[in-house]
């Protein structure tokens, strides 16, 4: 099993806030995540598939996949 951190401990490593990170949730956008009873955790495993995600090699690249 996949070592779980907290949303403040997964915005640390995707550099942005814990707000941002909840509203990215709440628009379906964010990183895989468990919801455990109420609270939520993050799998290392799904934040560097997420950022993997994220890489693009040009805008062209990353305007086709935001079209698509």
């Known amino acids: ?3 779980l951190i907290s ?3 997964a915005a640390n490593i ?3 806030s814990t707000s941002t990170l ?3 949730r709440l628009a379906g956008t964010s990183p895989r995540y ?3 009873g109420r609270r939520v ?3 290392t ?3 560097e598939k997420w950022i993997e995600a994220q890489s693009f090699n040009s805008t ?4 086709g996949k935001a079209n698509a």
């Open 1 to 3: 099993m996949d070592h």
């Open 7 to 9: 949303p403040e401990d």
């Open 14 to 16: 995707l550099n942005i």
């Open 22 to 24: 909840a509203k990215m």
């Open 34 to 36: 468990v919801k455990l």
């Open 41 to 43: 955790a993050y799998r």
């Open 45 to 47: 495993v799904d934040l």
């Open 60 to 63: 062209a690249e990353y305007c």
